[in-house]
DNA sequence: TTGAAAGCGGTACCAT
DNA sequence: ATGGTACCGCTTTCAA
């Protein structure tokens, strides 16, 4: 009994084997009809006696594609962005396409890697604070497809996000309902287009109440947490509208060490709407994450799809898709008050 | 002033516009140090210039790799996976290597895609319920390096895992301490290897007590939430340890709507530590999710470079991560109990 | 229908 | 130090 080939075979051992051209077994092992189902079955079987698999650089340097595409996120930390990687990957994958992920973090070098990553694919979705805007025209303009991801749009760059401001302002508008008068924004505007669109419908929905930016750093639990204790001592504000349930947890977890009531003594939003968000009895704003990663994703294969076509490329497109408000306990009482 | 160039620029181009031939070209954009500081400069000048970049399917094709690897998982629902991808990435990053994803979730083509994904990478990350054994030792035979991530062995093959049985066996003990004496398993050991061996650790921390195993089909809170609606009106038991986190927030939502206090009534359990977890005061098991992605990239690179390198392969090597119990009030009242 | 051969865009060896 | 050139493994004309 033959030893399995231990390496890759090549398509002209295959050819050998077979007894025919490598042209032929290119062509037999792609359906080409230009095969006699006899050949293309002779060829198969070589194949399938040497464990043959095409190698992927060869073919991609001869027909010019990578048959991949990437995406850009910054963090995978919560389940926000891995939901939205997840929609895309599921999307990419169903047209056949590899996908590749990077995820800028604390990366210093986050452009140089983000151009090596556009040296792989065919396509790229870039998603919020990851790289400047000039990385990604740069990239774009050297012709590479890209779709934006929750993020402020690129001339002549695609963009899908999720509505902010106008859930945000009736998110407000829900608060001061409530009777809250001195309102906190706990978020920094810079930190994302994301924050600044929520703080936007935030300020817009908060006639008649005082509001306060606190410009938290940074969107995770503890960075939540540590704004609040200076927060619960200093300002005591009746409610803390947070730039996402993250932080907006780890208020509650703050406000609960001090004794304090949610909501009777202090209000409580978040953003994302994640499973947490539900037990913690966190009233919040739900997005389409899975949608928006499908989407982008879509989009991306259309762009891709149109370069290699010879039909011109359509304008630039833009998609705001729609959020929604969920309310639970934690923004007040509703016994008596319905909205 | 000159258009930018819309398309790439090939080393071709760049030796002409710098005068000089391809090879030096290739040595000066990698810092070799058979080129003059003056050649260097003049050949930088111009690919910046051109806006080149080197083909990476040509340079792969040249040098026999593909500075790239791979993770397999079934899913990235739940921030279990995403948290273990991301632990991955950034550590394979770390070390210059690009990640592929492939979601195997409902995919019926799973092994092919697989396959697929073993051609565009150094090296592959398998996890859990993904693909059968079979596939992943036909890749590894086929000399290519993986590391199983939260999955049975397979001969040969390198192992990282979290701990299950132990700590589940601490956990039923823990429970039985609590007064509890019909105990159900919630979860298909069938399902993962995982699920598997969290149950043996029950059934052998359940002495004193009876233990009913009813699986349910699926990971997520529907999930858990179908099987307690059935559960909590057949059984009756008054402890359920779920398979995992988001069963086991399925179980706590289905017993709030029968009106069924929790830990009076019912005790539950889960697995994972979720944010969602700490919030509905759920007693579970943490995984140092992070760190199993960590391991696994660190293990692959190590075998990749074992690969290229003429060192002799070392053994397989198994290793399963600490877990440890989270105590919260899910499981009991900790009032006198004390353990 | 099949084969020969010219790329695809690099890397690296061998001369010079 | 630099240039010439033989690969790397596949796709795709162009002829036969």
Known sequence: ??????SKATIYQVAQLAGVSIATVSRALRDSDLVTAETRERVRSAARELNFTPSRPARSLAE????????????????????VVLGYEATAA???SSVLILA???????????????????????????????????????????VLLARDPVDGVD??????SGTARALAEHLVGHGHRTITFLGDPDESPDVAGRYAGVRAGSKGARLTLVRG???????????????????????????????????????SEHGLRVPEDLAVTGWDDLLAARFAGLTTVRQPM??????????LN??????????????????????????????????????
């Not at 076509?309 to 007040?332: D, H």
């Open 1 to 6: 009994m033959a030893m399995k080939a231990l």
């Open 302 to 339: 259309r762009r891709i799809d149109e370069n290699s076509g010879e039909q011109n490329r359509t304008a630039a497109r833009r998609r705001i898709l729609a959020t929604e408000l969920v309310i639970r306990q934690s923004c007040g009482s509703h016994e008596e008050v319905r909205s």
């Open 64 to 83: 010019g594609r990578h048959a991949a595409n990437g995406i850009v996120f910054p963090d995978l930390i919560g389940p926000y962005y891995a939901e």
């Open 104 to 146: 800028t973090n604390g990366r210093p070098d986050a452009a140089a890697a983000v151009r090596e990553l556009a040296g792989r694919v065919d396509g790229l979705t870039v998603m919020g604070r990851t790289v400047d805007d000039e990385v990604v025209a740069g990239i774009a303009s050297a012709g590479l497809p890209v």
């Open 94 to 96: 169903a047209s056949g």
């Open 290 to 299: 899975r949608e928006l990663g499908a989407t982008a994703a879509r989009w």
């Open 159 to 164: 963009t899908v996000r999720a509505g902010n």
């Open 217 to 255: 750093k940074g969107l995770d639990l503890d960075s939540g947490r540590r704004a609040a204790e200076q927060l619960l001592t200093h300002e005591k504000p009746d409610a803390v509208i947070c730039a996402n349930d993250e932080v907006a947890l780890g208020v509650l977890l703050a406000a």
